[in-house]
């Protein structure tokens, strides 16, 4: 299985009227980034009979100008990630791969597809160090990678990692970070209530509008009135 082999095949998908669909999904200024002209729901189709394509052949992938391509090299790359046969070799491979070619996943779905599985699913038994300092990173897609990561923890009733991160992002310029923030410490949210709210009594009042959205969303209407209020009292609103 080659890289030339995927695109190939999925060049078999190409439609004209995919091509301005880059503009809207990619939030990257690389100038470099162009459309394929494939639905991402045939990216994952061909990326799924491929799953058993080598590193050195993905690697190939990200080095695609091409914005379906590098999604398929992600997607082959999360799909071997979760296959319980997959090797702890491999997994490693697989991790090291993700965090050495982070500036060819420059993209908030690129990393929203592969970190759970390839970088928060291959730490959940290890040190977490890397985390802090991706969430440190000037690179923003390295910074949603921390958070974004931290679901494989969650998933686990295991959160602490997801709130202290959300604490070192939680005043980012971007915001794809404050989304992600609030999003996933909504989604700690849901296996422990109380460890959400008690995030929320310290920074609603300061936090970016747009992550307190995001974090309460599955809270009660009551909760969510009181909490908005805070953050309405930050700006005077």
């Known amino acids: 299985m080659t890289a030339k082999q995927f695109i190939k095949e999925l060049g078999k998908f190409k439609k004209h009227r995919e091509l301005d669909k880059v503009s809207k999904f990619f939030k ?6 162009k459309a394929f002209g494939v639905k991402f729901g045939d990216v994952f189709k061909v990326a799924k009979q491929f799953t058993e394509m080598p590193l050195n052949e993905i690697n190939k992938l990200l080095d695609s100008e091409y914005y379906e391509i590098r999604m398929g090299a992600v997607s082959i790359m999360d799909f071997q990630a979760k ?12 991790y090291e791969l993700y965090l050495s070619r982070h500036d060819r996943l420059n993209n908030w779905d690129f990393v929203d597809r592969g970190a759970y599985n390839i970088i928060g699913e291959y730490l959940t038994d290890k040190p977490r ?12 897609w390295e910074r949603r990678t921390a958070i974004v990561s931290t679901y494989a923890f969650i998933k686990k009733n295991d959160l602490d990692d997801t709130f202290r991160i959300a604490e070192i992002l939680i005043n980012d310029k971007e915001e794809l970070i404050n989304k992600a923030v609030g999003s996933w410490i909504r989604e700690a949210g849901k296996k422990n209530e109380e ?3 008690k995030f929320l009594d310290k920074y609603a009042s300061s936090m970016p509008r747009v992550t307190l959205r995001y974090a309460l969303e599955k809270l009660s209407d009551d909760k969510k ?13």
């Open 28 to 33: 990257g200024n690389d100038g470099v980034t």
């Open 83 to 94: 296959d319980k046969k997959t090797t702890g070799k491999r997994r490693k491979e697989l």
């Open 129 to 140: 160090d890397i985390l802090y300092d991706l969430a440190k990173s000037e690179n923003l």
């Open 195 to 197: 460890r959400l709210i």
């Open 225 to 237: 009135k009181y909490y908005m209020q805070k953050g309405m009292d930050k700006t005077g609103a």
